[in-house]
């Protein structure tokens, strides 16, 4: 990377500090954020615009091969950091707006402008889109086998499972569980690989490239609950869960989400009592989940409820659950206990994202015994905390989920632009075209660079790395839904076709904004949030 940006990135950072340090005011620490939530909203998007330029302008530094994308990368990201702390400007006290170097608008425009990016485009296109990123010899290892083993086994079957609305085959979970992918989290004492977060990010990421539904998303509901267990699990659920997940023996559904409550996850309101049956300490669940994912399939739900019955407790009401259910394979299941208990589930039907099906949920009486409390005792009242220590893991891993689909993407429209002409030539030869594809490439080198970078940061410290794993899957979802956006539009009228994949990724993209934490929601409450620090008095 050359000097000029480098001082782009630097001042860049320096003047996102500063709109912190204001908004921090503004906002009395956070404490009156909701007072200014499109303030807070373009502050955390400008916050991940620059905290992904300073990761690319890292990743281009270390990799000569990632230097052409890496400078269009850094350019666009700055040039929107920058319209939207200019958006803000008046709001917190910059009227005039923030000062930016006059010699950094010429580096953006240098870098941006249509040469540079249709020669990246015109790269992409006759390499059909492959666009690995450089790694070390055991994460090219791992990237490649699973890589093979996603054409092989998950690819033949994608299409078929999004048109049908079928479940994902079995032999895909089973082969899956032989070559260790739901133990990537487990630590080796507990039968897992425990390889680290990049290694995992790695794998959902070609899996995600074969299939969102029916394989990307697979590895994710098991990650969510080992988290919560190594958290806050006692030792005796360690030792009898943790191996059953890194050996699929047991897959998981995760269960948070009420039909009347979403991100307001404080608020929810289906309920676990206290009770006895059968001699067995437990509790009795009764009330409605929504959007679990997997639900049908799943051997256990970890299940987030209300214990205490006082609702002004808020999340500290609130425990995890590990609830044993028999599999159904159907939209559709009801399954009973000797007790009384039902628990019913009906899938509902969503135009993409297929493969695992979303179940709404009515539990009534169902019995869940003491000892499937995660933490038991301890764990009463924190579920809340255990589920969020989870869903960072979750979000990480869907910064990767959308980064193998926008790969998905950008290979098949680079297929389809070199193959199709129109007015005497291929469109690949169009301007516009290597231009889109150029602009495609690098956001996605960007996705990856700042979520591989976020992979890393959890390897160290997953507390501290959360908010950075939000940022990973905020931008990384925005990617995918504007990379499968345009690769759609350059396949022209066939982009709306089933014939072609790309129908199927742009429908799959639409989700990833929602789950793991709704897009407005994790840009205000997760990232906004963690970006403010009380100020010197």
């Not at 400008?46 to 330029?53: D, H, I, N, V």
């Not at 990632?66 to 702390?85: C, F, H, N, S, T």
């Not at 020669?119 to 990237?143: C, F, K, M, Y």
């Not at 891993?397 to 297929?415: D, M, P, V």
Request: glycine letters at 8%; aromatic letters at 6%.
């Amino acid at each position: 990377m050359n000097d000029e940006l480098r001082a782009l990135v630097a001042d860049l950072e320096t003047t996102t500090s500063q709109a912190i340090a204001l908004a921090t005011t503004l906002t009395q620490n956070g404490e009156r954020a909701d007072e200014h939530q499109p303030v807070v909203e373009r502050l955390a998007y400008a916050a991940t615009e620059t905290r992904a330029a300073v990761a690319m302008l890292a990743a281009a530094t270390q990799a000569a091969s990632l230097a052409p994308a890496g400078a269009v990368a850094i350019a666009e990201l700055a040039q929107r950091a920058m319209a939207k702390l200019d958006a803000i400007a008046f709001e917190l006290g910059r009227p005039d707006g923030f000062a930016f170097a006059s010699s950094h608008q010429q580096t953006i425009r240098k870098h941006l402008r249509a040469e540079a990016v249709q020669a990246l485009g015109r790269a992409t296109i006759e390499s059909t889109g492959r666009t690995l990123w450089p790694l070390d010899e055991t994460l090219q290892e791992v990237r490649s086998s699973v890589r093979q083993f996603a054409e092989r086994e998950v690819a033949p079957h994608a299409e078929h499972i999004h048109r049908f609305d079928e479940l994902v085959p079995e032999r895909i979970i089973s082969e899956m569980a032989a070559l260790g992918y739901f133990g990537l989290a487990v630590p080796e004492r507990f039968g897992g690989h425990e390889l680290g977060n990049l290694a995992m990010i790695l794998t959902t990421e070609e899996l995600s490239r074969a299939s969102l539904a029916a394989g990307g998303s697979l590895i994710t509901r098991p990650e969510i609950l080992t988290k919560a267990l190594l958290a806050g699990g006692t030792e005796a659920q360690k030792q009898h869960w943790l191996p059953k997940l890194a050996s699929g023996a047991v897959m998981v559904a995760i269960s948070v989400t009420e039909p009347d409550v979403g991100s307001d996850v404080a608020s929810l309101t289906c309920r676990a009592t206290a009770t006895t049956r059968d001699g067995v300490a437990g509790w009795s669940i009764t009330g409605a989940k929504a959007w679990c994912t997997f639900a049908g399939r799943a051997d256990v739900i970890a299940l987030l409820v209300r214990t205490d019955a006082d609702v002004s407790k808020g999340a500290r009401g609130l425990t995890l659950m590990i609830v044993e259910k028999p599999r159904f394979l159907g939209h559709e299941f009801e399954a009973s206990q000797a007790g009384g208990g039902t628990l019913r589930g009906k899938a509902d039907r969503t135009p993409g994202y297929r493969g695992m099906h979303s179940f709404t949920l009515a539990f009534d009486d169902w019995f869940v015994p003491s000892t499937h409390v995660v933490g038991e005792a301890a764990g009463l009242g924190r579920g809340f905390q255990l589920q969020m220590a989870g869903f960072a893991a979750g979000r990480l891993q869907t910064g990767g989920r959308a980064c193998g689909l926008a790969q998905a993407a950008l290979e098949k429209t680079s297929e389809y632009v070199a193959s199709r002409r129109q007015f005497g030539k291929s469109i690949a030869d169009f301007g516009l075209t290597q231009f889109h594809v150029g602009m495609m490439t690098a956001r996605l080198a960007a996705a990856r660079a700042i979520t591989y970078t976020a992979a890393e940061a959890m390897d160290l410290d997953e507390r501290k790395a959360a908010p950075l794993a939000a940022q990973a899957k905020l931008f990384a979802c925005d990617v995918a839904v504007e990379v499968c956006q345009l690769g759609q539009l350059l396949h022209g009228g066939w982009g709306y076709a089933e014939e072609y994949p790309i129908s199927r990724y742009m429908a799959d993209a639409s989700v990833l904004p929602i789950f793991e934490g709704v897009k407005p929601i994790l840009a205000l409450k997760v990232i906004g949030r963690s970006l403010f620090v009380p100020t010197s008095p």
